[in-house]
């Protein structure tokens, strides 16, 4: 009896790791055409399935690059509370000062988070592109991270319906093998509201979206909807271990997929 139960016990721990983690650094327009403060909002939470929100820490790095220069944000942080279908965590707004055109490399370093179901730390070094007026400056640009994919078709401006391909690199090497789960946000964030808002799809059956990387860390996805994209290397980062307890290191990248409109606009 007490065999049936740990097993079933098993089957259920497993069945919740399915469901993955990611962080998130979203605005609601990736393109931008003004100058001025664009509101970010960064949260840890279960995207695809509108699922649990974590209590995000204060993260150690935020940061921006714009044309080469890093731009530090950590001073625009504010703590704040997110709602999500399941229930509320905490979150951080943040906002990225903008007066040129070009790419805006969003870049997070979280704190290491603490799954107490698996007694796992998680920490996911994450990216998201913004750009201005088309310019092209900086995505093509390893941020140096020791996690990190590289995006190898524009993020910011993918046509739903085409393939995105990313590289998962460690310290800047090529990581073969790596697994790379795969979200659709499927509630996007309502930014006054501080809340999911209304979900447009669910996953589907038979648990995480998964990607393995070739023997030179390239993988390739057929975005089929347009919205925002993510895409998480689980544990390629270099540490293992932190507080004493095993550590995942993750890389996660967000793109921005947009119909193409027929018959022009
Ligand atoms: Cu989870």
Do not use: C
């Not at 990611?22 to 003004?34: R, V």
């Not at 993020?155 to 789960?181: C, K, L, Q, Y």
């Not at 964030?189 to 447009?200: E, F, K, L, V, W």
């Amino acid at each position: 009896m007490t065999k049936i139960l740990a097993t079933a016990l098993a089957f259920w721990a497993s069945a919740t790791a399915a469901t993955a983690h990611f962080q998130l650094i979203y605005t609601e327009d990736t393109g931008l055409t003004q100058t001025g403060s664009v509101p970010l909002k960064l949260l840890f939470w279960h995207p695809f399935e509108n699922g649990a929100v974590m209590d995000m820490a204060r993260p150690q790095q935020l940061f921006a690059v714009h044309r080469g220069e890093r731009m530090d944000l950590m001073g625009s942080l504010e703590e704040t509370v997110f709602t999500g279908a399941e229930n509320a965590g905490r979150a951080f707004n943040a906002s990225l000062p903008v007066k040129r055109s070009g790419d805006y490399v969003l870049v997070v370093v979280p704190e290491p988070y603490l799954e107490e179901s698996e007694d796992t730390y998680i920490q996911q070094f994450t990216k998201t592109y913004l750009n201005r007026r088309g310019l092209p400056t900086d995505w093509t640009n390893p941020m140096g991270l020791p996690a990190e994919i590289l995006p190898l078709v524009k993020p910011h401006n993918v046509i739903a319906g085409s393939t995105f391909t990313g590289r998962v690199m460690r310290d800047g090497a090529p990581v073969a093998g790596a697994e790379i789960e795969v979200e659709y946000m499927a509630a996007e964030p309502d930014m006054a509201a501080n809340a999911a808002g209304p979900a447009t799809a669910t996953p589907p059956p038979g648990g995480a979206v998964v990607i393995l990387s070739d023997e030179q860390g390239y993988f390739s996805f057929g975005v089929p909807k347009a919205g925002h994209w993510g895409f998480a290397a689980l544990g390629v980062g270099p540490e293992t271990q932190f507080n004493g307890k095993d550590l995942s290191q993750d890389a996660v990248l967000w793109i921005r997929a947009h119909d193409l409109i027929e018959g022009g606009e």
